[in-house]
């Protein structure tokens, strides 16, 4: 006989098809080889007393405070794990306890019912010379040529934007981004090159999304977190997506120094505001895609962070889309110029696929289909 210990089993059941375990076996063991945590924010102390003995009494666990026992404090931070058959049980049992205990149910309930969705990657254009990576900048013909290539090199998504919202970026006119944009959309529409590929366009100047929308593009890519209502109304019009980013601040300013309370509750809290607006104008929650916005308004610990907890962000039922490629947080672990910074992108957007991202936006197709298919057979 001969023992090993297994590495990470991504697709469970299949390991267990594999091995030939009958079928009703299969999706109850599935269940107790998934191990969660869950970080429960400013739980009443009752609550975490009685959930440490429901946790305990199934075989899961809470950790708390040393306090806790005593009820030295009235609130408490503490850590669940368990399987996901334990969570499932505890989804079920927390329901008929008081102390805001219902409420640690319904959550959980969430969590686990977060659906999948495939990987895809999109390929990014800049329609101008100022972004802060010079191998994305491309005008009208060149920009077509680059798109074709994306689109042969596996890409599913093309992003466009006209106007760079690195930090310090400067703000550029309504009529000067369409100049920028018009003649890629009009090659785009003419070519009719939005039967191949999804065409996304990354702006927040109504005037320009309307004109991309009529050409073809059928996602739209907020920076600013549909914090205008036209954007949402011009979806809701030509039947498109909405990719909500959380930024804090403005290209302009969002480095100068962002302090968060709680990086992951504030950025929840303004995707739930947000995707409630958007519902409440006529958007499904089907077609919104949520990105944390890596790199705008954040320091480099609350980056990790957010890849790191980025599973946590599949609660909403959307599409989580990553976008770290050649971003300057790279350069705080390891000094680099954009054009040295591929390596970084690449370890940064597999983990975050890992953790739950569904969508990569990254200036190196190829590499990162590559990389994509290398991680799949992996797991």
């Known amino acids: 006989m001969k023992i090993y210990q297994l590495g990470h089993i991504t697709d469970k059941k299949a390991a267990l098809k594999a091995l030939n375990v009958e079928s009703g076996g299969v999706d109850i063991m599935a269940k107790k080889m998934e191990l969660l945590h869950f970080f429960i924010k400013d739980l009443k102390t009752p609550a975490a ?42 989804s079920r049992k927390e329901l008929a306890q008081p102390f805001g205990l219902k409420t640690v149910a319904m959550e959980l309930k969430r969590f686990l019912s977060a659906k999948t969705y495939p990987t895809q990657i999109m390929g990014v254009i800049n329609a101008n010379d100022d972004s802060f990576f010079s191998g994305s900048r491309f005008k009208a013909e060149d920009a077509i040529r680059k798109i074709k290539e994306m689109i042969d090199k596996g890409a599913t998504i093309i992003d466009i934007g006209a106007v760079s919202s690195r930090p310090g970026a400067d703000e550029v006119s309504a009529e000067e981004e369409l100049a920028r944009m018009k003649p890629v959309c009009d090659i785009i529409k003419a070519e009719k090159l939005y039967e191949q590929v999804t065409f996304s366009v990354d702006s927040y100047t109504p005037v320009v999304v309307e004109y991309a929308l009529q050409s073809g593009f ?11 209502d036209t954007l949402i109304k011009l979806a809701v019009k030509y039947d498109a997506r909405l990719c909500i980013m959380h930024m804090k601040g403005t290209p302009k300013t969002m480095q100068s120094d962002p302090h968060y309370d709680d990086v ?38 609350h980056n990790l962070t957010l890849i790191r907890n980025m599973a946590h962000f599949k609660v909403f039922g959307c599409e989580v889309l990553v976008g770290a490629s050649r971003k300057g947080m790279i350069d705080k672990i390891s000094t680099s110029t954009p054009e040295q910074r591929l390596p970084g992108t690449l370890a940064i957007h597999l983990k975050a696929v890992e953790n739950g991202a569904s969508i990569v936006r990254c200036h190196d197709v190829a590499e990162h289909q590559q990389a994509l298919a290398v991680l799949r057979a992996m797991q």
Do not use: W
Request: proline share 2%.
């Open 49 to 90: 007393n009685i959930l440490k003995q429901d946790a305990l009494s199934i075989g899961a666990e809470l950790a708390v405070p040393g306090g806790v026992i005593l009820c030295e404090k009235p609130t408490y931070d503490c850590i669940l794990m368990g399987t996901r058959k334990h969570m499932e049980t505890l």
């Open 218 to 228: 059928t996602l739209i890519n907020d920076i600013t977190g549909a914090s205008d």
């Open 264 to 301: 992951m509750v504030e950025i929840s809290d303004f995707f739930e505001a947000r995707i409630a607006q958007c519902e409440a104008l006529g958007i499904q929650r089907k077609n919104i895609i949520l990105d944390v916005g890596i790199g705008f308004g954040k320091t480099l610990e």
